[in-house]
């Protein structure tokens, strides 16, 4: 009997025990990505289509930030070197380099007629002149700006004559914003103020538990569309893409696939308003896609 009741006893928790471990697949099989815990994840935004892709070079795997040069080329950085790495998309290979400083953490280019603008996470920021030829004078620039701000986009805000600059650190007067600054391209001056402000308590952020508020949005770059004149910024730790208004509040949000986008670092844009994001690879080279967005209000 102790035995028949001890198989019957096995039968019974292995059923038991089957049954949990079913509920447990089938929850996380029916899991939307959205949990609003630590661990939470959030399904990619299906208004989010990638039309091109190219793989860049083995030297640039860690590229950082993009600028459109028109006829198959892009101007790119990678966080390790000071310098300009001229891409071409129809050859798949590096065109030219123009070197303007030694190796560092470079994280975002902006293109202003013929000069380049480059920033490092310090904050400081480099002129390189007439990147299409081979005289090229560089410049650098004294920043209000530190290594703790974490400076990682730059864009070009031709409308009002200035670079913007997004940091993805912290603030050392507020934990409840991180600021945007200008650099003014006429004075050559950065603002010690920001010129405005992202909220770290908006309400269409994702809400994923964090141990400092920090963390909850880390831009890391930031550019301007040249038809709309809306401001886009993508985030590589929780890949991300926004729209914002001029004054900085998020107009939209797209969360972006983890495997298609590993860490979109860069943003560029064609005249006509073509959208590309460049990633960071891994395993992967790095990338530079051609971005379509659906629904954009």
Request: aromatic residues 8%; charged residues 20%.
């Amino acid at each position: 009997m102790k035995t028949i009741k001890g198989m019957l006893l096995g039968v019974v928790l292995s059923t038991s025990l089957f049954g949990c471990d079913a509920l447990q697949a089938d929850a996380r099989g029916n899991d939307n990505g959205k949990k609003g815990k630590k661990g939470a994840v959030e399904a990619a935004s299906p208004a989010v289509a990638i039309a091109q892709k190219w793989d860049v070079p083995e030297i640039l795997r860690e590229v950082s930030g993009i600028v459109y040069l028109g006829n198959n080329q892009f101007a790119c950085v990678q966080d390790e070197a000071g310098v300009i790495f001229l891409y071409n998309t129809q050859t798949g290979t590096i065109d030219r380099q123009i070197t303007f400083a030694a190796a560092g953490d470079y994280e975002g280019i902006a293109l202003v007629g013929n000069n380049a603008y480059v920033v490092r996470s310090d904050g400081q920021l480099f002129e390189v002149t007439n990147i299409h030829t081979s005289q090229n004078q560089v410049t650098e620039f004294p920043s209000v700006l530190t290594s703790e701000h974490n400076v990682e986009g730059l864009g070009y805000d031709q409308k009002n004559n200035r670079l913007l600059l997004a940091i993805k650190g912290q603030e050392a007067n507020s934990a409840t914003y991180k600021g945007v600054y200008a650099f003014d391209l006429s004075s050559k001056k950065l603002s010690k103020d920001p010129v405005f402000k992202l909220d770290l308590k908006d309400p269409l952020l994702f809400q994923k538990k964090q141990k400092s508020l920090s963390k909850v949005w880390q831009p890391s770059e930031i550019a301007i569309h040249p038809v709309s004149g809306d401001i886009y910024l993508t985030e590589a730790s929780n890949p991300q893409l926004f729209i914002l208004h001029q004054d900085g509040k998020i107009k939209n949000r797209f969360a972006l696939s983890k495997s298609e986008f590993y860490k979109p670092e860069g943003i560029a844009f064609s005249p006509s308003g073509d959208l590309y994001i460049s990633n960071e690879g891994k395993n992967d080279a790095g990338n530079i896609l051609k971005v379509t967005l659906k629904d954009v209000r």
